[in-house]
C-alpha cells in the first residue's frame, strides 16, 4: 500500500515537472522577440573615405564620387543592400537623395550640378531596414576642360595622316608621279562611248536614286563628268534620267561644264538630262523600260542603289548593252558583279575623282588616305601576334576616352 501511494506522487511530479518544461522552453513569442531584437536592431557599418571631385576631360556640370565600401558589403545578419547618394551645398546644410546604387558599387557620377558651385556628398547604405550615413566629403566643383587628354592617340594620328596628305599633294604639285592602280571600270569607259558610237545607239547614265546629300551621288555625278566630256568628243548621245530633282540641276552643270571642256558647248541640251519619279520601284520601271525601248550600247549604274540594283543591271544586261556599275553599298555590290561586266568596288567608287582628274590635291589625298589604312593595318597585325604570344596588349592605345 506504501509502495502504491510513493509511485503515484512520483508520477504526479514527474507530470507537473514534464508540464512545466514545456511551458519554459518552447515559448515561440519569447523565442521570436529575442531574435528580432538581436539582428533588426544592428544597422550596417557605414561606407568611408568619401571622395567627390571633378570629372575629368568633360565639358563640366558632372562631379565623380568614390567611396570605400561598407565593411558589411558582401555578407553578414546586416549585409548592404545599396547605397543612396546624398548632397548638399552646404557641409552642414540638408542633404537630399539624388541617386542610389546596387551593393558593391564604389562610385557614383552626379551629371545634375552646376559649374563653380560647391558641393558636399555624403553615401548611406542600407540593408533595406536600417541605414548608416558617411562623414561628409571636402568641397568639390566641377568644371569644363578644354582638351581631352585620353584622346592623345586621335590626335597623334591626325597629325600623321595630314603630314601624309600634304606630303603627297606636295609631290604632286612637284611632277612626282604617284602609283595609283588601275580601276578596270574606269579604263573601261572609253571603250563602252567608242562601242556605243559605232554602233549608233544611246549612253544610259543612272546616279542611283538617292539625292545630293548623299557623298555616292557627288561621286556618281563626278564620274558623269569623265563620262560626257568622252561622249562629247566622240559625239554619243548621253541620256541621264534621274530620280531627285536636285540631281537632275546639278547633272544638268555637269555635264554642260563637260561639253565645254571638250569643245563642243553647242551639243550640250538640257534635256539629256531628265526626272522620271521620286517613287524607287516606280523610278526602277521606268528606266528598264527605256532599256527595253532603246536598247543602249552602254550603261553606267553610279552611285547608290537599294533593292532596284539587280532589276536594272539584269533588264541592262539582257538588251546586250556592256555595263559598267559602282556603288558602296555592300548588298548591292554582288548584284553588280553578277550582272555588269565592271564594277567599282566600295571606295574606287570615291578615288575615281582622283583617278579621272589626275588633280594633284586629290592625288595627294588618296595618297595621304592610304597611308592611314596602311598604319591601321600594321597596328592590327603587330597587335594580333603580341596579344598571340601573351607578349602585350596594344588594345588601349587605340582606344577612344
Do not use: H
Not at 552646404?90 to 564604389?106: F, P, R, S
Not at 568639390?140 to 600623321?160: C, D, E, G, H, Y
Not at 543591271?313 to 553599298?329: D, F, K, L, P
Amino acid at each position: 500500500m506504501k509502495f502504491t501511494t510513493l509511485s503515484g506522487s512520483l508520477l504526479k511530479l514527474f507530470l507537473f515537472g514534464l508540464v512545466l518544461f514545456f511551458i519554459f522552453s518552447f515559448n515561440p513569442r519569447a523565442f521570436c522577440q529575442d531574435t528580432t531584437i538581436v539582428t533588426d536592431s544592428i544597422p550596417p557599418g557605414p561606407p568611408s573615405n568619401v571622395v567627390a571631385k571633378d570629372t575629368p576631360y568633360d565639358r563640366g556640370r558632372s562631379i565623380t564620387i568614390n567611396w570605400v565600401k561598407s565593411a558589411d558589403d558582401g555578407g553578414g545578419a546586416n549585409d548592404v543592400k545599396g547605397y543612396e547618394i546624398m548632397r548638399a551645398t552646404q557641409v552642414d546644410g540638408d542633404y537630399e537623395l539624388i541617386g542610389n546604387t546596387t551593393a558593391g558599387a564604389q562610385y557614383f557620377i552626379d551629371n545634375d550640378v552646376r559649374d563653380k558651385v560647391s558641393y558636399f556628398y555624403k553615401i548611406r547604405g542600407t540593408d533595406g531596414t536600417n541605414t548608416s550615413v558617411s562623414l561628409p566629403s571636402l568641397a568639390a566643383m566641377s568644371k569644363p576642360q578644354w582638351v581631352n587628354l585620353r584622346r592623345t592617340n586621335i590626335f597623334i594620328f591626325v597629325v600623321a595622316l595630314t603630314f601624309a596628305i600634304l606630303y603627297y599633294i606636295n609631290r604632286a604639285k612637284a611632277g612626282k608621279e604617284l602609283f595609283i592602280r588601275k580601276i578596270a571600270g574606269l579604263e573601261a569607259v572609253d571603250d563602252a562611248v567608242g562601242r556605243a558610237t559605232e554602233m549608233g545607239r544611246k549612253i544610259f547614265y543612272i546616279p542611283g536614286i538617292s539625292d545630293m546629300d548623299n557623298m555616292q551621288t557627288i561621286a556618281g555625278l563626278t564620274i558623269l563628268g569623265r563620262v560626257a566630256k568622252v561622249a562629247a568628243e566622240y559625239e554619243a548621245r548621253l541620256e541621264v534620267p534621274v530620280s531627285r530633282s536636285m540631281v537632275m540641276v546639278s547633272a544638268r552643270e555637269v555635264m554642260k561644264e563637260a561639253y565645254s571642256n571638250a569643245g563642243r558647248p553647242d551639243s550640250f541640251n538640257e534635256d539629256l538630262v531628265y526626272y522620271l519619279t521620286d517613287d524607287q520601284f516606280g523610278y526602277a520601271a521606268a528606266v528598264d523600260g527605256l532599256f527595253v525601248r532603246e536598247k543602249p550600247a552602254a550603261i553606267f549604274l553610279m552611285g547608290q542603289f537599294y533593292a532596284e540594283s539587280l532589276i536594272l543591271a539584269e533588264t541592262g544586261n539582257s538588251v546586250g548593252a556592256i555595263q559598267i556599275a559602282g556603288t558602296a553599298a555592300p548588298a548591292q555590290i554582288p548584284f553588280f558583279i553578277a550582272a555588269c561586266d565592271f564594277t567599282l568596288i566600295g571606295e574606287e567608287l570615291f578615288a575615281a575623282s582622283a583617278y579621272l582628274s589626275k588633280d594633284p590635291k586629290l592625288l595627294g589625298s588618296l595618297k595621304g588616305q592610304d597611308v592611314g589604312k596602311v598604319i591601321f593595318l600594321a597596328a592590327i597585325i603587330l597587335g594580333v601576334i603580341l596579344f598571340t604570344f601573351n607578349l602585350m596588349d596594344i588594345g588601349p592605345w587605340f582606344a577612344v576616352g
